[in-house]
Structure formats: C-alpha cells, structure tokens
C-alpha cells in the first residue's frame, strides 16, 4: 500500500545523511529502494551508527524490497552496473534521487583562488559527473516505462553564495547540476518524464554536525541568522523530495526548489 506501491526507486549517497532520509522516505511511502553509495557502512566517516547495509534491512522492516549497491558513480562502469543490478533484482526504475556528492572540507574553504586541480576533478566528479551519468542510464529505462521521476541535489552553494566565496568550486559544481536540471527537463519532458532540483541549505546530518566546529558551518550565529531561525533537519528535505516524486507535483518540472529556511532570501 501507499502511493507509490509497485514503484522502484534508486538512491544515491543513501548509505547514511540526506540520502538516509530520502530512502526511509520514499520506503514509507510504498516504494522498493536501491542504496546506491561508494561505502555502504555508513559509519566509517562521521560516527553514524550505521554499519554494512543498514539502509537496506531498514527499509526491509519497512516490508519493501530494498538492496544496496556499493560502486563510485562517477565510474560509468560503476553506473552500469548499479542499473544491471536494479534491473535483475526490482525490474524497474520509476524514481531517481541522484543524492550523492559533496563538498570538500577544508578551514581555507577553498575559494576560488584555493582550488587545487585535484579539487576541481573531484568537486565535478563527485557532483556533475555523478547526476549526468546517472540521468543517462536511467533514462531510456524510464522512456520504456512511458514514465519516470527524477530529483537531482544542488545545494544553497549552488544558486546563491556563501559568505567570503567558500565552496566556490563545490557552488560551481552544483549550478550545473541546476542547469542540468532544467535542460534535462526540456529534453525529457514529452516522454513522460519530470526532472526536478531540491537545493538544501544547511541541514544538520551527523557529517555537518561533526564538521561545524571547525568549519563555521552550522552554528548557532548561522541559525539565528536565517529568516526561520533554525538550521534544517533532514526531514526538512524529505519533505521536498516526496512532493518532487508524487503526483502532488505532476505539472511541475525543470524547477529547483530551496529548502534552506529561506537562506537565499538574504544577501551576503
Ligand atoms: P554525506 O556525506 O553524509 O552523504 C553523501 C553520501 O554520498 C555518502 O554516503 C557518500 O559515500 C556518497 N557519495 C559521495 N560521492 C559518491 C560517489 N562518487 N559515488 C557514490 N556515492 C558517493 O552528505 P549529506 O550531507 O547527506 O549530503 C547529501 C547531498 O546533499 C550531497 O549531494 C550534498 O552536496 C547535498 N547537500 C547537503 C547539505 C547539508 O547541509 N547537509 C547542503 C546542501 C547540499
């Protein structure tokens, strides 16, 4: 039961964080889920109290089919084969949140002027190459279907700018992904098939929570400083990505859709 019983959705970077949220999410709402991320035990980087394969036996509780498949989807190898495994195991593909990415965590920022090539490889890789390799696989399966949804993440970064020009590169990365979007949706619409953007603000997953301290993000100043007063949560974006998959949203594509407590409302 629920509204999207039958339908088969891929999460990527859903191993622990945002994705986490987005997968139990659409799980709760019927689906059967694939955990899509370079390292399934979520644990290892920030402390979560995730190990192998969490998310999967979680979502299977849930009473739905979930698998995780571990690769690096800025591989097209790896890509392929997450969509072979998909295919074999859940037979379609309706919904995909190309959730995985990041930024790089560094006290210099980096700037602009602080970008190393190694950075920028990483940065693209992570955030574009990651979203553009996936919408490619995943879109003539969708065109067979006659249907399909698909949300991309780009990030407060990524339609306005942080104080001082943090992140530049990580922004820059994440505009893409936006321009993607909607070029994305242009291309797609008439087969059916919806593409989206949710752009977080700062939203306290245990990786920010562990990095705030020394990186000035997500503080109590930050908090007080936006028009909602409070930082997110990851609801907060669950929310977003629901809508983004149901038919609440049917006549709604190419759009990006903030949930950063109105962060971009105010100029730096
Ligand atoms: P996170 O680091 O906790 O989770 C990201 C997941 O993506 C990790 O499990 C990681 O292993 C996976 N991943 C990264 N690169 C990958 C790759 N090449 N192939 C497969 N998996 C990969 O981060 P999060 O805070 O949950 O953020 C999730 C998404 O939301 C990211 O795209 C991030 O840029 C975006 N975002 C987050 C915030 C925030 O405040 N948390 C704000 C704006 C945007």
């Known amino acids: 039961s629920g509204q999207l019983a039958g339908k088969v959705a891929i999460v ?12 139990l999410r659409l799980a709760g709402l019927g689906a059967d889920v694939v955990i899509a991320d370079l390292n399934l035990d979520g644990a290892r980087d920030w402390g979560e109290q995730l190990g192998a394969d969490t ?14 498949v571990q690769g690096d989807l800025s591989r097209p190898a790896d890509v392929a ?42 940065l693209m890789d992570a955030n ?21 949804v698909i949300v991309n993440v780009t990030s407060q970064t990524g339609v ?8 530049a590169v990580y922004g820059a990365s994440k505009a893409a992904v936006a321009s993607l979007t909607r070029t994305l949706a ?35 100043a930050q908090a007080e400083s936006l028009p909602l007063r409070r930082l997110g949560e990851p609801d907060d974006c669950a929310g977003v990505v629901e809508f983004l ?24």
């Open 12 to 23: 990527t970077g859903a191993a622990r964080g945002l994705g986490r949220a987005y997968a």
């Open 55 to 68: 998310v999967p036996r979680e979502i299977e509780a849930m009473g739905r089919r979930s698998i995780g």
């Open 81 to 122: 084969r997450l969509f072979d495994e998909t295919m074999a195991a859940l037979g379609r593909v309706d919904i995909l949140v190309n959730n995985a990415g990041g930024a790089i965590a560094r006290e210099s920022g980096p700037r602009a002027s602080e970008t190393t090539q190694a950075d920028y490889d990483l």
């Open 128 to 148: 574009l190459r990651t979203t553009l390799l996936c919408c490619q696989a995943a879109v003539p399966i969708m065109k067979a279907q006659g249907a399909g």
């Open 160 to 167: 306005s700018t942080l104080p001082g020009g943090l992140l």
């Open 186 to 220: 242009a291309e797609l619409g008439p087969c059916g098939i919806r593409v989206n953007a949710l752009s977080p603000g700062i939203i306290m997953t245990a990786r920010v929570a562990a990095q705030a301290a020394a990186r000035g993000i997500g503080t109590n």
């Open 245 to 268: 998959v149901t038919d609440l949203s049917r006549y709604v594509t190419g759009q990006v859709i903030c949930a950063d407590g109105g962060a971009v409302l105010h100029p730096n």
